[in-house]
């Protein structure tokens, strides 16, 4: 019998939600879960289940039972005739990479955070950049979920195909997610180069750089015309580095967090920091290559708060624009930097933000200097205006303002999602006051 815990505490990473569920449970077993959801009926009680916590929001709190998957973590399946893998759900991408590596294969793409499960990553709409490349639950071939009645179910595009499409990005709310199965690609090398521009340069050239690297991104200094423009390609080259280059950074930031602790003081300071930083850090070109999961990846050195909506690819330099503007007309508001800009293929995910359309992800943040909140409501507000202005829909992991009326307009297949949701779960056994905005 799956033994539960009382007196657990949950925080998310950052340390900006967490919660105090009334049971704790860590199974390791398909049948341990059927057991918690056995118990949950019984007890007319609410279900969530987390895996890393790196959310940067309340999605994964509850007052009920939690499940944590960090247990059920093992590789399945490797078919090397078809570069796919089979996984737990719980598994953690940073444990997942290196199996991989054993066997030759590799993740197409993926986000830059590692210590994330793979049913989280896809739940929750996880994505990277590249405008030949759809978010990371594209790359799920097949998945099978425990509903809330105990039953398993398993689909694919060629079996239950309406729940694969809900389920590809579930939010949490359609069961269990036990297993699936993901389309790899044979192992391979990126070379990652890194060089200063302008905003005017990179809006006026963005075809351009979008044709030019199959991993394109940059970052935005606000309170500036800086731009730190990302290439990422496949290459043949043998992993290489600078030494000095990480000390460089990773001093670098020990400062970045101590000032801006200081200009909680002096919010003036902001401008001065970002325009600081990068001819500091990222004024002159930089080559790096490694294994692909090696370079896409990177720490998160300190908590922040974060906002992430995916606009159509076609209106991006009209919202960039729009949000520099913004900033310049309110010169008390501090953005802290950088805006990243990253664009992603379109899908048919009923809850993808990418859905029927080719998408330009920007995303901003805060950081929390030491634990201390900075000021950011007037700054988040007003880029939630914008975003909604041009069409945008909010990464599902990342705190927003959004309501069900909000969803229904933004998602033409929303009213789909919810049919599905409410037939698998009809007591809302696996929602929480996050989902509850969603859909209610």
């Given at each position: 019998m799956v033994h539960g815990y009382k007196g657990v505490k949950f925080q998310n990473w950052a340390k900006t939600y967490g919660c105090s569920p009334e049971m704790y449970y860590q199974p390791t077993s398909v049948e341990e879960i059927r057991e918690v959801l056995a118990?949950?009926?019984?007890?007319?009680?609410?279900?969530?289940?987390?895996?890393?916590?790196?959310?940067?929001?309340?999605?994964?709190?509850?007052?009920?039972?939690?499940?944590?998957?960090?247990?059920?973590?093992?590789?399945?399946?490797?078919?090397?005739?078809?570069?796919?893998?089979?996984?737990?759900?719980?598994?953690?991408?940073?444990?997942?990479?290196?199996?991989?590596?054993?066997?030759?294969?590799?993740?197409?793409?993926m986000g830059a955070v590692s210590e994330v499960t793979i049913a989280g990553v896809i739940g929750s709409g996880t994505h990277n950049t590249g405008i030949n490349h759809g978010i990371l639950s594209t790359q799920v071939v097949s998945l099978t979920l425990m509903t809330a009645d105990g039953a398993v179910v398993a689909c694919s595009k060629s079996n239950n195909e309406e729940l694969f499409q809900a389920a590809q990005v579930h939010l949490g709310c359609l069961g269990v997610v036990l297993s699936l199965t993901l389309q790899c690609v044979?192992?391979?090398?990126?070379?990652?180069?890194?060089?200063?521009?302008?905003?005017?340069?990179?809006?006026?050239?963005?075809?351009?750089?979008?044709?030019?690297?199959?991993?394109?991104?940059?970052?935005?200094?606000?309170?500036?015309?800086?731009?730190?423009?990302?290439?990422?390609?496949?290459?043949?080259?043998?992993?290489?580095?600078?030494?000095?280059?990480?000390?460089?950074?990773?001093?670098?930031?020990?400062?970045?967090?101590?000032?801006?602790?200081?200009?909680?003081?002096?919010?003036?300071?902001?401008?001065?920091?970002?325009?600081?930083?990068?001819?500091?850090?990222?004024?002159?070109?930089?080559?790096?290559?490694?294994l692909s999961h090696k370079i896409f990846s990177y720490e998160c050195l300190f908590q922040q708060h974060v906002q992430d909506w995916a606009i159509p690819r076609e209106k991006t330099k009209e919202v960039l624009l729009e949000l520099k503007t913004m900033l310049e007309a309110h010169p008390k508001m501090v953005a802290h930097y950088p805006v990243e800009v990253r664009f992603t293929k379109g899908d048919d995910i009923l809850l993808s933000p990418c859905f029927q359309r080719d998408s330009c992800y920007i995303n901003i943040i805060m950081y929390r200097p030491y634990g201390k909140d900075v000021p950011r409501l007037d700054y988040w507000l007003a880029y939630e205006a914008i975003m909604k202005k041009f069409g945008g829909r909010p990464h599902w992991a990342k705190a927003h303002s959004c309501t069900r009326k909000d969803f229904e307009h933004m998602y033409p297949a929303f009213p789909k999602f919810c049919a599905i949701r409410e037939k698998l779960d009809p007591t809302g056994m696996f929602l929480n006051a996050y989902l509850e905005k969603v859909f209610y």
């Open positions: 118990l949950a009926r019984q007890q007319n009680k609410r279900v969530k289940v987390v895996g890393g916590g790196h959310s940067p929001s309340d999605i994964a709190c509850t007052d009920g039972f939690m499940i944590h998957m960090g247990k059920m973590n093992r590789i399945l399946q490797v078919d090397k005739e078809k570069n796919q893998v089979t996984v737990e759900a719980g598994i953690l991408l940073a444990d997942l990479y290196p199996q991989l590596d054993k066997h030759g294969l590799a993740m197409s793409n044979p192992q391979f090398h990126l070379q990652e180069t890194t060089f200063p521009s302008t905003l005017k340069e990179v809006l006026d050239n963005l075809d351009s750089h979008l044709k030019k690297s199959e991993y394109f991104r940059f970052h935005w200094f606000p309170h500036s015309e800086n731009v730190r423009v990302i290439y990422q390609d496949h290459t043949n080259k043998p992993a290489s580095s600078s030494a000095s280059w990480f000390w460089d950074y990773a001093i670098g930031f020990y400062l970045l967090e101590f000032l801006l602790w200081i200009s909680t003081f002096l919010p003036c300071l902001v401008g001065w920091i970002n325009r600081c930083f990068f001819r500091l850090l990222f004024s002159v070109k930089r080559e790096s290559s490694n």
